[in-house]
């Protein structure tokens, strides 16, 4: 079992920077993959970023790549999603989850255990 806690989400204006975090609890957590998604209001939830168990690999949808980077601390057992140049566009609540496959999935059907979310609002 894996409980999953976000912090770190909030207001900000366009072209400014949020980092969400993600605690973990749970022995297994070194050993899955993890990924950011999220929910904008009367959207469906979708893909943001991702990481390898061990931090090798990372993967980012199109609309985020070169602006935020996912990255976890396996000793703290928390992930991070930094995220820069924001836009109003990603103003949505942002979930993280863990995926026990190897290799990491991308689809969100793959992963396992979910947080509660985090609120992004992005002002123009």
């Known amino acids: 079992q894996v409980q999953l806690v976000e912090s770190g989400g909030g207001l900000v204006q366009a072209g400014g920077s949020l980092r969400l975090s993600c605690a973990a609890s749970?022995?297994?957590?070194?050993?899955?993959?993890m990924g950011w998604f999220r929910q904008a209001p009367g959207k469906e939830r979708e893909f943001v970023a991702a990481i390898t168990w061990n931090g090798g690999s990372t993967y980012y949808a199109d609309s985020v790549r070169g602006r935020f980077t996912i990255s976890r601390d396996n000793a703290k057992i928390t992930v991070h999603l930094q995220m820069n140049s924001l836009k109003p566009e990603d103003t949505a609540v942002y979930y993280c989850a863990s995926d026990p496959n190897r290799p990491l999935r991308l689809r969100e059907d793959d992963y396992n255990f979910w947080g509660q979310g985090t609120q992004v609002t992005v002002s123009s």
């Open positions: 749970g022995r297994t957590f070194n050993t899955y993959g």
